[in-house]
């Protein structure tokens, strides 16, 4: 069956250590998007990708970045200089860039102590 | 930017009871899009609505997208336990069609059996 595999599921990290969360999609879909969801709250974008090799920052991209070497794969690396880095992050991607509905991945819960 | 509002935030319903959640665009929107996030889970794309007015239906689900296609409205008749979830709308603004979509906090629901 096509989808988005994001792992891990849970992880966990101590402060000031890069992480990278990755993100696997089979549905041959040419957009990808990475979201940040708070407790109790909307889905932020961070950082989107129209097209393999060409990623662009969403609204809360500072203390992240990406790549998008093959069109299957979008990894996510939070760095130490994201200031509140714990939170539950969400892979997505669309046939083209934002015209269809978003396929999730079941995202990874990023805990950092 | 874009700002997409709902209301309310929250909702708690008696098992057969109807709910409506309401999204509102600070900009025309070239689509709107729907999403349920069951509690623990991701979301899950429900539905697009593209054209002025319009109305769609699933079962007990009836959607509509405003004239001025800045609001739109989620109506589910007879609530049901499987209803229970975070309901988001999202849409990209109407001058960039393609661009990348903007959520709007959720209203979440409980249904009480």
């Known amino acids: 069956d096509g989808g988005i595999t994001q792992s891990p599921k849970y992880l966990f990290r101590k402060e000031g250590q890069n992480v990278t969360l990755s993100c696997e999609q089979n549905l041959n879909h040419d957009a990808m998007y990475w979201y940040r969801q708070d407790p109790g709250q909307g889905l932020r974008l961070i950082y989107y990708s129209q097209i393999v090799n060409d990623f662009q920052k969403g609204d809360i991209a500072e203390g992240y970045s990406v790549s998008r070497e093959k069109k299957e794969s979008f990894p996510l690396t939070v760095t130490s200089a994201q200031k509140n880095p714990t939170a539950f992050y969400l892979c997505?991607?669309?046939?083209?860039?934002?015209?269809?509905?978003?396929?999730f991945g079941s995202g990874t819960r990023l805990t950092v102590v | 930017g874009q700002q997409v509002m709902q209301i309310p935030q929250y909702q708690h319903v008696q098992e057969g009871e109807d709910f409506t959640t309401y999204c509102n665009s600070s900009?025309?929107?070239?689509?709107i899009q729907w999403y349920k996030q069951r509690p623990g889970g991701h979301p899950v794309f429900l539905i697009q609505?593209?054209?002025?007015?319009e109305v769609k239906k699933q079962k007990r689900l009836t959607f509509q997208f405003g004239e001025a296609k800045k609001n739109s409205s989620l109506h589910i008749t007879a609530t049901q336990t499987t209803d229970v979830g975070t309901y988001f709308c999202?849409?990209?603004?109407?001058?960039?069609?393609?661009?990348?979509?903007?959520f709007g906090e959720g209203t979440q629901l409980t249904v009480n059996p």
């Open positions: 999202a849409g990209p603004p109407r001058e960039t069609s393609g661009s990348r979509l903007t």
């Open positions: 997505a991607s669309s046939i083209s860039y934002g015209a269809y509905g978003y396929t």
């Open positions: 609505l593209v054209k002025s007015g």
């Open positions: 900009t025309t929107l070239s689509n």
